[in-house]
């Protein structure tokens, strides 16, 4: 929430309206005074960090009355306050609509009673409402992600990967109870997380026998010498009649019925608190940006709308249609229509659930068909968290279609040496949270290697390949399709699964492995940070890994609120150097005491950070010293995120369906695959899931320095320079442009 609160009101300033806090929630609008105050550049330093809000939040009853709804309308056009940004869930949502409808005739009922004059209703006739969503559970309807939903996966994540240490330890089962009253979106994400044995959510109650099912699961496990059971539980959890299924209850059933030693653990509020992860200040600092605009362009007709986040893009909702969807779901579940309330919960929860279900539970073998392909897999270039998760992923769905999986171990080197094994659904148990590349991974790629790896290929009757890797997963693809007219043992379908933290495969918006390294960057930059609480006038220079891509660098500067972020993609010179530093001097003059700035490793062949980090302890002589610190390879290690183990299992999952489907094609006609449309890239696009040819991506490829030759998050650029108060233009995409504003309040 404070990310998006320090982007409404430097958003706010930069074009030119007065920001107003409003403290404690409504509660603060309703008792006014100093609970309404205005907030300036330096209100919001240093909160990026900071977990909850600075501002405050309360339940207020007075709200829900006109009569609170009248004072708090007094209090506002004291100050001149017309435009409204609040941030919260559907119930302060909807309130805060209720009182924009409400606004007039509250208008009219102050001026009645004398405390506002006639010209007062004419000036501040229409208040304008944008909302944008914070709650944990991301049970609102109408944005894929709510404000506080990732933080909050980060706790629980950290929490499971602590107790599952324990539990292997131990022959132990834990049940884990996580938030959620409504919504089991935190239990199911969770769960795909880990790789939990069992889940229970308020949307999908298991079907009638779900205990002894349950129970057989857990022995079968213990059959197989897996001493780890986790059952994850949303707090809303019911059953089929809408009873209550709790954390306690299973716990009773599992000792009664199986005499396991079983632990329950409670997370309660710890969910809520603790630092924001780098998506959710990314995802707040685009929606604070957005709200400002949207409040902008608000005429007297346009309804109050929501901010929300669809793919990688902030878009504008009607708000009351949004509020709407979410009590629909309520209803369903209270009628017990479970399908619809999946349905109505969107794609991206029904999709987590669909794939859950896939990779929970293995038929048994004579219930599989066999299709007698076999399908291998590889991890190729540098190490990228979540490859592991990608792994599991393919192997369980690949033995669940009926293939045979084969791991290639240590890359094309190892491809080309043979080291190939067939791969069964409980060697991948556990692997979600691995980090780096437990199959090993290199940057070889197989051009030298081609002859050798036919020849494998023919001795192990591989079928298709699913390569997971970098850029050079991608080059590997490319390569192999120019080579089928060499190797007819090539002509198979493959599909290259984009991981690499620096985030530079033409074809996707998104790498698995970024939005860990990503959180690594910002941690670091915290620690940084508060290192120099008790020295006054500091900058650091930090440089980033991302090879000739500035997407560590950019979107890690966004997220710690740099200063400056040096990129390759945006060339700069001197002049921009020394426009940095004033601007740092000039900041160094107020109550702002840090500075921070980021510079991708290969932005400049001569600009290198010893450079820039001389450059700028010489200007800043007198007035701010500096500190430098290269990150280097710990970008590439630690636990995958919560992001990166849920997107490397759906992602992978979605490969192999394609795979599968592929195979179908040719089956009994022994068809080689020749067209381009069977080497592809599997990669996010806005939205969309895409496979696209590796022919068609050449196009868009700047192949020297192995990067796409169009990025998306290069838009973002100016929204850092805005909030670290650049005078920099930014271009709103679909809303069109900003003009000069008359001063106004929000």
């Known amino acids: 929430m404070n990310a998006a609160v320090r982007a409404v009101v430097r958003m706010g300033i930069y074009v030119g309206a007065k920001v107003y806090f409003i403290y404690e929630g409504y509660q603060g609008m309703v008792d006014g005074g100093a609970n309404i105050a205005e907030a300036d550049w330096e209100s919001v330093s240093s909160i990026l960090q900071v977990g909850g809000t600075i501002i405050g939040s309360a339940r207020c009853q007075a709200f829900r009355t006109r009569e609170g709804r009248l004072k708090a309308a007094c209090n506002l056009l004291q100050r001149g306050i017309t435009n409204l940004c609040v941030i919260g869930g559907d119930g302060s949502l909807t309130g805060a609509n209720l009182f924009r409808k409400e606004w007039s005739g509250l208008l009219e009922e102050l001026a009645k009673n004398g405390q506002i004059d006639k010209e007062a209703v004419q000036k501040y006739a229409y208040l304008n409402v944008v909302g944008m969503v914070g709650s944990i559970d991301n049970d609102f309807c109408g944005t894929d992600m709510t404000i506080g939903t990732d933080s909050a996966l980060h706790r629980i994540i950290e929490v499971i990967d602590a107790i599952m240490t324990t539990a292997q330890s131990h022959q132990r089962t834990f049940v884990l109870e996580v938030m959620g009253r409504h919504c089991g979106y935190l239990a199911l994400v969770s769960a795909l997380a880990c790789g939990a044995d069992w889940v229970f959510l308020p949307e999908s109650p298991p079907e009638e026998g779900w205990e002894e099912q349950m129970c057989v699961k857990l022995s079968e496990n213990r059959a197989r010498k897996k001493r780890l059971n986790i059952i994850i539980v949303a707090e809303g959890a019911i059953d089929t009649q809408n009873k209550p299924i709790t954390s306690e209850k299973i716990k009773e059933l599992v000792v009664t019925q199986l005499g396991y030693d079983t632990r329950v653990t409670i997370l309660g509020h710890v969910q809520r608190g603790g630092t924001p992860s780098a998506f959710d200040r990314i995802l707040a600092s685009r929606m604070g940006v957005e709200a400002v605009i949207a409040l902008l362009e608000a005429t007297p007709d346009t309804p109050a709308c929501v901010v929300s986040l ?297 600009y290198t950070t010893d450079f820039i980090y001389q450059l700028y302890s010489e200007e800043g002589k007198g007035v701010f010293d500096c500190r430098k610190n290269v990150l280097g390879h710990m970008q590439q290690g630690g636990a995958p995120s919560p992001f990166d183990r849920n997107f490397g299992t759906k992602i992978s999952a979605r490969a192999m369906e394609w795979i599968t489907a592929k195979l179908k094609e040719a089956r009994g006609r022994g068809k080689k695959f020749t067209t381009d449309d069977s080497v592809c890239v599997l990669g996010i696009s806005k939205r969309n899931v895409i496979f696209q040819p590796v022919a068609e991506l050449k196009q868009q490829t700047d192949f020297e320095h192995r990067i796409p030759k169009e990025q998306w998050w290069l838009k973002l650029r100016p929204l850092m320079k805005i909030l670290a108060k650049y005078k920099a233009s930014y271009d709103v995409s679909d809303s069109g442009q900003l003009e000069h504003v008359q001063p106004w309040s929000i």
């Open 310 to 606: 669809n793919g990688n893009h902030a878009v504008r909702l009607p708000l009351m249609e949004c509020v709407q969807m979410t009590q629909d779901v309520q209803k369903a579940m209270d009628e017990r229509r479970f399908q619809d309330a999946v349905r109505l919960r969107g794609r991206s929860f029904a999709g987590n659930l669909n794939t859950y279900k896939r990779l929970a539970i293995k038929l048994p073998d004579d219930q599989i068909p066999k299709t007698n392909c076999n399908v291998a897999v590889i991890n190729v270039g540098a190490p990228a968290a979540g490859m592991n998760a990608a792994v599991r992923s393919a192997v369980r769905v690949g033995i669940a279609d009926g293939h045979r999986m084969l791991a290639i171990y240590d890359g094309f080197d190892g491809f080309a040496k043979g080291q190939i094994k067939e791969i069964g659904w409980t060697d991948v148990g556990g692997w979600t949270g691995q980090g780096g590349s437990i199959l090993g991974t290199k940057r070889v790629l197989p051009g030298k290697y081609l002859e050798e790896i036919a020849t494998q290929m023919r001795a192990h009757s591989i079928n298709a390949l699913l390569i997971i890797g970098g850029f050079e997963a991608y080059k590997s693809a490319c390569d192999m399709a120019e080579a089928r007219g060499r190797h007819q043992e090539l002509c198979i379908p493959v599909c290259v699964v984009p991981a690499t933290i620096s985030n530079n495969v033409p074809g996707t918006e998104i790498s698995l492995g970024a939005d860990t390294s990503l959180n690594v960057i910002v941690q670091t930059c915290d620690r940084i940070k508060q290192s120099a609480s008790g020295t006054k006038r500091r900058v650091f220079i930090i440089e980033t890994m991302g090879g000739y891509c500035g997407y560590l660098a950019n979107m890690g500067g966004l997220a710690a609120g740099a200063d400056a972020a040096y990129i390759f993609e945006e060339p700069f010179d001197i002049r921009d150097l020394q426009s940095n530093v004033e601007h740092l001097t000039e900041k160094m003059k107020t109550t702002i005491q840090r500075g921070l700035v980021l510079r991708n490793e290969s932005c400049s062949e001569n």
